[in-house]
């Protein structure tokens, strides 16, 4: 995935697909995201994380910044990861495993 370095942090982009009609769902459960997971999540370097939902089309748009030691290879292998994506799956395209599909998005423009 391309990323656009800040210092010691790396900025990504991507995009992932909502199944129709699964836009209020998807943002309930996000209002509600486990505060284990988010800990998950700040422990393998990432912070910074936002979603946008573009309704036209279901499709969310991602950033998020990691850290140059970061360690979100590891989510994967982690029940609590494995939990949230279970429970994403039905609101989202994903792949066998649950884990949601993503497209990475190459950096065109920045202005700071």
Partial sequence: MDDYREGSMARQAFRMQLKAGMAAEYRARHDAIWPELVDLLREAGISDYWIFLDEATGALFATL????????????????????????????????????????????????
């Fill in 65 to 112: 910044e990691l850290a140059d030691d970061n360690q979100r290879d590891r989510l994967p292998a982690s029940s609590i990861m494995q939990r949230w994506w279970e429970s994403m799956a039905p609101l989202m395209e994903t792949q066998a495993d649950h884990r949601p599909l993503e497209w990475a998005l190459t950096p065109m423009f920045h202005m700071a």
